[in-house]
């Protein structure tokens, strides 16, 4: 069955950076585009990046161009989240999602507060 695991989160000040990584499995990961997505408390959840099975395609929330790279490895069966100048409005459980089908992480708490 798919199955993603999210790691990588944590506490971190204002303007610092965290590196989010996915594993999959379960599925032909070299096939499909892959997305990070966000919830932060209260609110929906939002894409904020994809990147496609290639990585010659990437496309980033616009709270999140500049700061985001979102990155995957094909041989390992991961997709990475950099996050830099991380802002306290970035603090969300962030979520790796498969682009095709409903099939979701459990996520992983990013708290920005100093």
């Known amino acids: 069955q798919v199955q993603l695991v999210e790691s990588g989160g944590g506490s971190v000040q204002p303007g610092g950076s965290l590196r989010l990584s996915c594993a999959a499995s379960?599925?032909?990961?070299?096939?499909?585009?892959m997305d990070w997505y966000r919830q932060a408390p209260g609110k929906e959840r939002e894409l904020v990046a994809s990147?496609?099975?290639?990585?010659?395609?990437?496309s980033y929330a616009d709270s999140a161009r500049g700061r985001f790279t979102i990155s995957r490895d094909n041989a390992k069966n991961t997709v990475d989240l950099q996050m830099n100048s991380l802002k306290p409005e970035d603090t969300a459980v962030y979520y790796c999602?498969?682009?095709?089908?409903?099939?979701w992480g459990q996520g992983t708490q990013v708290t920005v507060s100093s």
């Open positions: 990147i496609s099975s290639s990585s010659a395609i990437t």
């Open positions: 999602k498969r682009k095709v089908g409903d099939y």
């Open positions: 379960g599925f032909i990961f070299k096939l499909y585009a």
